[in-house]
């Protein structure tokens, strides 16, 4: 790769990291809430974690397509700035609702689809992968950091202190968007669907949307509980939970270098993928079946995390490898759809089940879903990449 496309990769890297970083932050801790925003039941809790999917969902596709017309870069700095102002609306009132529509706000700036497309418009196809991989590295580093920051930020400076630093972390990607990622060499231009388009929504791929659908929604329902389990469960004040995240997350690292690893060899990736979904359902079973206690939590969370974590970071390169070039953005933005849609829609359900069941029933329903995903995987056939493109590494035109 050359330095400028090293130099891209890491600077949107980054800032996927930042923006989801201001966005995780708020799972470990927001189900805590739960008696002290205004108006706030479980439900609502879990409307106020997943709807920001909703909106990323609904903005994915207009926000891609007035990128094409209008420049990645401003695109990208608009949703920036909204997700920024949602960030400062939720800090500024005590209401549920007014949370609620703050997360909505921070969800409309929706530009992961532009994001990856400026990846692609700054890099050359043969090292397109490894950009898509390395951001989906830095979604995953956020989502371990987010779960050690976060009860720490809140025992500091509570709820609304979390969401003014989100808003912080939104703008922090300001500088680093205009100095530090290169211009494309020509603008992006609106193209017409390649006619096997159809092949980005083929069945192979659609295991993939299914598992990126299953995996946020999971994520999103187990933390309308999870935090409570600590604090109620385990007797663990909240601005102390990152002392259980952090070895958690530091054991689950140790399994997941491992894979990304193997990931790699011939034949393994389908097996990890399996093994990976496993972990999540065996994480989910063990926080709804063993009575609760720190060792038992502890490799709970190990496993879901080990498996969360090999999937955040997985799945992208493995959409953007699978799909043919020519509808490479169709899948990608395919993708991130359904990725958000899981998010709200875990979000709501696991909301709706601690409401009427109670909090550790959320587990039951997850390991159901995780089930599911898990016969489906091993069912259906999981894609294999398409041909790698090959042939020298010409100049950046």
Avoid at 119 to 147: C, E, N, W, Y
Avoid at 188 to 216: D, K, N, Q, T, W
Avoid at 237 to 263: F, K, N
Wanted: charged share 10%; glycine share 12%.
């Amino acid at each position: 790769m050359e330095r400028r496309e090293i130099r891209a990769g890491i600077a949107l890297a980054a800032i996927f990291f930042l923006r989801m970083l201001g966005l995780f932050m708020l799972l470990p801790v927001l189900a805590l809430y739960a008696d002290r925003l205004i108006a706030a039941t479980p439900l609502l809790i879990g409307l106020a974690l997943g709807i920001y999917g909703l909106t990323q969902a609904a903005m994915q596709i207009p926000m891609g397509r007035w990128s094409d017309r209008r420049g990645r870069k401003p695109v990208i700095a608009t949703g920036l700035l909204v997700f920024a102002g949602g960030g400062m609306l939720a800090a500024s009132s005590s209401h549920i609702a007014v949370v609620i529509i703050g997360r909505a706000l921070q969800g409309a700036g929706a530009i992961s689809g532009s994001i990856l497309a400026l990846a692609a418009d700054v890099t050359r196809p043969q090292h397109r992968t490894k950009v898509m991989a390395l951001i989906g590295i830095s979604i995953g580093i956020s989502f371990s950091a987010a779960f050690v920051l976060g009860p720490v930020i809140d025992g500091l400076i509570g709820l609304s202190g979390l969401f003014w630093v989100s808003a912080a972390l939104g703008l922090a990607a300001q500088p680093l968007l205009w100095f530090a990622v290169p211009d494309p060499i020509a603008p992006a231009a609106p193209a017409a669907a390649p006619a096997h388009a159809e092949r980005a929504r083929s069945p192979g791929l659609l295991s993939l949307y299914i598992g990126v659908f299953c995996l946020h929604g999971i994520l999103a329902a187990s933390f309308v509980s999870i935090p409570v389990l600590l604090q109620t469960g385990a007797g663990i004040p909240v601005a102390e939970h990152y002392a259980t995240y952090l070895p958690v997350l530091g054991c689950s690292l140790l399994i997941v270098v491992p894979m990304i690893m193997l990931s790699h060899r011939d034949g393994l990736a389908d097996t990890l993928y399996r093994c990976a979904v496993a972990l999540v359902v065996i994480g989910e079973l063990g926080l709804w079946l063993v009575p609760a206690n720190l060792l038992v939590i502890g490799v709970a969370l190990t496993a879901f995390f080990a498996g969360f974590n090999f999937l955040e970071a997985s799945l992208p390169s493995m959409v953007s490898r699978a799909a043919p070039a020519a509808s490479r953005g169709s899948a990608l933005g395919t993708y991130a759809t359904a990725q958000f849609i899981g998010m709200f829609a875990g979000g709501v359900l696991g909301g709706a089940i601690a409401n009427v069941a109670g909090y550790r029933l959320v587990f039951a329903g997850m390991a159901v879903v995780g089930t599911f995903w898990l016969l489906q995987s091993m069912l259906g056939r999981l894609p294999l990449p398409a041909a790698v493109e090959t042939g020298a590494d010409a100049p950046l035109r």
